[in-house]
């Protein structure tokens, strides 16, 4: 199991529930892809360095991982088919 470090950028209209929502099923992936979520990091709305999908805000949430090293094209995969998340990024720590 290597150590990972996913960033994402979720949609700016969603609700504190909805966040939380998209959270659990970011975490779910994770599990699914065969990883754990160690730690969680949600550093709130931001504004962007330029808009994205005509947002000019985001909520920054950085999660860290363990998962085997092919499981990262199985989480990309549920987050680029997501609307909700506006960019996301993994990389090795």
Known sequence: ???YELAYIAD???????LEAL???VKGWI????GEAVNVDNWGKR?????IKK??????MFVEIEMP?????????????????LR???TTL
């Open 12 to 18: 700016p209209e969603l609700d504190s529930e909805g």
């Open 1 to 3: 199991m290597r150590k």
């Open 55 to 60: 947002r000019n805000d985001g909520f920054y």
């Open 23 to 25: 959270e659990e099923k």
């Open 47 to 51: 504004r962007l360095a330029y808009p």
């Open 31 to 34: 599990k699914g892809a065969g």
């Open 69 to 85: 090293p092919n499981a990262g094209t199985v989480i990309e995969q549920d987050l680029r088919l997501n609307e909700q998340i």
């Open 88 to 90: 996301y990024m993994i």
